[in-house]
């Protein structure tokens, strides 16, 4: 399977608390719920839309936790909670013994291991939502096959950013788009290790 990791993001890169004030108030963060004001149809479609892609949910404990907490409760209808509570969950945690949200399997053990199999395994998409801490270790195992970020148009000024740590890869936009909110939809692949190069000059425009 690929790991396709989807994340909700600000201008200035953070990653917490995109869908309400409580969602993740770790740190002392208080300015959570930043992506409602700019949800509109044309997200709200193409999020379903990577989600019919996917054959599994790789997440991280609190993450899982959340969803695990919040998803099976949810009884209005939406184009996402029958498939979120019916994909097969793997949990990458040390100290979670087992999951209630089932399907769900714990992943103990090195990342590059656990999930290195799971990725050798059949099967589309396995993708990461949320879980930005994990996102960005399976980034720096080189495991991560596509990066899925829809940029939201404001800026936070504190918070969890999603890419924190060693992490270099360079990428390659696949695919883009706005929506009428003024959200920006990106997909890239993961091509590697960053390329570096020294400024040579340009050729000029040709006549």
Known sequence: ??????????LDGVSQGPGSADEDSGGGFARGGWLVPYMDGAFVRQASAWLDLADGLLLGRRTYEAFARDWPGITEPDPFTGRMNALPKYVVSNTLR???????TVLRGDITETVGALKAGPGREVQVHGSARLAASLLDAGLVDTLRLVVAPVIIGQGRRLITGSTSCGLRLLEQRTTPSGLVLLEYGVTGAAPLADYQGVEPPAR
């Open 1 to 10: 399977m690929r790991i396709a990791i989807t994340q909700f993001v600000t």
């Open 98 to 104: 087992e999951g209630g949200w089932n399907p769900t």
